[in-house]
């Protein structure tokens, strides 16, 4: 499976940018795709990721009630809206596919080393 991650650029704090990740490829082992980032110096963290069917989704606190994960199966393709944006959402901006047995939902979190399949990662930088 191959992930292609795009739709990064420099936006002003409180502005709204719209990532794309395309899922292309054969892989019938995963069932969630979630959208990590990391800024210069910090760790890789989950941001947010949603299962195959759009039933799920999971935000992490720092971006809930701003940041909207959605997905069009026609188009294989994840969204991740992310609106009122901080300088502190300045990071490379990962996706990644993971798959997960039933009785694991609800996911209450993300870990990198769950995730198996990662696209190359799109630049989001957040500054005046």
């Known amino acids: 499976v191959q992930l292609q991650a795009s739709g990064g650029g420099l936006v002003q704090p409180g502005g709204s940018l719209r990532l794309s990740c395309a899922v292309s490829?054969?892989?019938?082992?995963?069932?969630?795709i979630g959208w990590f980032r990391q800024a210069p110096g910090k760790e890789r963290e989950g941001v947010s990721c949603?299962?195959?069917?759009?039933?799920?989704?999971y935000y992490a606190d720092s971006v809930k009630g701003r940041f909207t994960i959605s997905r069009d199966n026609a188009k294989n393709t994840v969204y991740l809206q992310m609106n009122s944006l901080k300088p502190e959402d300045t990071a490379v901006y990962y996706c990644a596919t993971a798959f997960f047995l039933a009785d694991m939902f609800p996911l209450t979190h993300m870990r990198t080393y769950e995730y198996n399949n990662w696209g190359q990662g799109t630049q989001v930088t957040v500054s005046s």
């Open positions: 490829g054969f892989a019938p082992y995963y069932n969630v």
């Open positions: 949603i299962s195959s069917s759009g039933d799920f989704t």
